[in-house]
């Protein structure tokens, strides 16, 4: 079994920050990448940002400069801090991880139960 467990969701006014966090536990061997994704209803899931084991990033053009993804191997989490939050960035926000698990010997991708972020104008 394996879990991701977000927090650090809620409600902010615009040009505010927040601090999603991540963890995953459970049969885990190696984590490949952690990233985080959003979705407004009605629309698709769409990625924020992305974290590789290597420590290389991509992030959203729409949030490049404001958004900043991090990982502690160690501890099997990953972060993402958010600043100068604007109102478009209200969605649900999801946690995302690309492992290995340690008792079936396979790669497997899972999600955490998602995160609401909400900016107030």
């Known amino acids: 079994q394996v879990q991701l467990m977000e927090s650090g969701g809620g409600l902010v006014q615009a040009g505010g920050s927040l601090r999603l966090s991540c963890a995953a536990s459970?049969?885990?061997?190696?984590?490949?990448?952690m990233g985080w994704y959003r979705q407004v209803s009605g629309k698709q899931r769409e990625l924020v940002a992305r974290?590789?084991?290597?420590?290389?990033?991509n992030y959203a053009d729409s949030v490049k400069g404001r958004f900043s993804i991090s990982r502690d191997n160690a501890k099997n989490t990953v972060y993402l801090q958010m600043n100068s939050l604007k109102p478009e960035d209200t969605a649900v926000y999801y946690c995302?991880?690309?492992?290995?698990?340690?008792?079936?010997?396979?790669?497997?991708?899972?999600w955490g139960k998602g995160t609401l972020v909400t900016v107030s104008s």
């Open positions: 995302y991880a690309d492992l290995r698990r340690s008792d079936l010997l396979l790669n497997m991708n899972y």
């Open positions: 459970g049969s885990i061997s190696s984590i490949n990448a």
């Open positions: 974290v590789a084991s290597g420590g290389s990033t």
